[in-house]
């Protein structure tokens, strides 16, 4: 079954430092989000991208963020100067379509900003 | 606005009981609604999905929901509970006025003891 990669499993930063977290989706899928869970709480939407640009962001999702999708097949999340607030498990997901379609995320990256 | 309620934090069940995680959702438009299944370590899974059609939706591993709309709930069910389904469960809406982002309920952590 086609899954969505996610690397690092675990990182580790100090704060002030850019992390970049990479993603693979599935190939076919169209559509490409971001969403973050803080130790104990909900799972919040960042962002979405289609189409080489971005389609939806949340209110979490500041100038301290930001997507790319570099070279057709990955797409990463920059956080330019984490805080200690960063600090959660980040979640790519992926979808064929809008809408009615299911995501299927991939298995996080927990993001530890010391 | 939307919004997801899962009232329970917690629900217990013994194997091979009926099993059912509340979920109540709020939206301006129809909804489109998701469980997902969190395994510890692990990314989120895609049980199932009501987008139209038959209120009574069927999914992954012997799951189903059902779509309530004078009650505005999706709750999951399943006849008979595994040992295996012990996990975090995970409610989530999208509004189809609303774009393409997913809204997720707080989680309901499923114990189910032999």
């Known amino acids: 079954e086609p899954e969505v990669t996610q690397t690092p499993s675990h990182q580790v930063t100090q704060m002030g430092q850019e992390v970049i977290l990479r993603c693979v989706p599935i190939?076919?899928?169209?559509?490409f989000y971001w969403y973050r869970q803080i130790l104990g709480q909900k799972v919040e939407f960042l962002v979405s991208?289609?189409?080489?640009?971005?389609?939806?962001k949340s209110e979490i999702f500041d100038d301290q963020f930001s997507v790319e999708r570099p070279d057709g097949s990955n797409f990463t999340l920059k956080i330019r100067s984490t805080k200690l607030e960063d600090s959660a498990m980040y979640f790519c997901?992926?979808?064929?379509?809008?809408?009615?379609?299911?995501?299927?995320f991939g298995s996080g990256t927990r993001l530890t900003v010391v | 606005a939307q919004s997801v309620a899962q009232p329970e934090d917690q629900v217990n069940v013994a194997e091979g009981n009926p099993l059912t995680v509340k979920c109540t959702y709020s939206v301006s438009g129809n909804p489109y609604l998701f469980w997902y299944v969190q395994y510890p370590n692990r990314g989120l899974q895609f049980l199932l999905k009501y987008i139209t059609g038959d209120n009574l939706v069927k999914g992954s591993y012997g799951f189903e929901a059902e779509f309530n709309k004078s009650q505005t709930s999706f709750h999951l069910k399943k006849p008979s509970a595994l040992v295996s389904d012990s996990a975090l469960y995970f409610c989530?809406?999208?509004?189809?006025?609303?774009?393409?982002?997913?809204?997720f309920g707080g989680g309901t952590r499923l114990m189910v003891k032999p």
């Open positions: 989530a809406v999208r509004d189809n006025n609303a774009g393409n982002m997913l809204n």
């Open positions: 190939s076919n899928h169209l559509y």
């Open positions: 991208f289609y189409n080489n640009e971005i389609s939806e």
């Open positions: 997901a992926s979808s064929e379509g809008a809408l009615g379609y299911g995501y299927t």
